[in-house]
């Protein structure tokens, strides 16, 4: 009987989508598209990917117990994440200034303000909903960047 294994050879993050595709016998790619659309869709295939990524063992682990099995991938997972932080931290300690703090802190409070006016229920809130904030949020977010382009040239 065939067992699902994460895979090595065939893994861009945790080997999850190459071990499904190998035992399916299909593309790895059609997997991670899978997993792509279902986690743009509904959040599902970040949660799927995740408990694959902690459940399922590499082939060459033999008879493990489950628990060093779940114990392995979640302690894969953090330094897979701990990675991916370093990697990218000196990236924004760069990028970011004012501009980036003031597009954050635009993004965070309409957020808030949606979350709070369907929480709250009130009735001269109910047109503002993520559909209708998000334009209003990118069009604010783009003049402040053109608006900083503008002040950068002038200092120049």
């Given amino acids: 009987m065939k067992k699902l294994y994460r895979s090595r050879t065939s893994s861009m993050i945790g080997g999850v ?40 063992p590499y082939p060459d682990t033999g008879e493990a117990r489950t628990s060093d099995i779940i114990r392995e991938g979640a302690e894969e997972i953090r330094d897979k994440a701990q990675e991916v932080a370093e990697s990218i931290s000196p990236a924004i300690r760069e990028s970011q200034g004012p501009a980036a703090n003031v597009v954050i802190g635009i993004l965070l409070v309409g957020l808030g303000v949606v979350f709070l006016a369907r929480t709250l229920n009130i009735s001269w809130l109910r047109w503002l909903n993520a559909g209708t904030l998000m334009p209003i949020i990118l069009i604010i977010v783009g003049v402040l960047l053109l608006r900083k382009q503008n002040i950068d040239r002038r200092g120049e």
């Fill in 17 to 56: 989508c190459g071990g499904l595709a190998e035992y399916l016998e299909v593309d790895p790619t059609i997997v991670r598209l899978g997993f792509v659309l279902l986690g743009l869709y509904s959040g599902i295939g970040v949660a799927a990917y995740l408990i694959l990524w902690i459940i399922v």
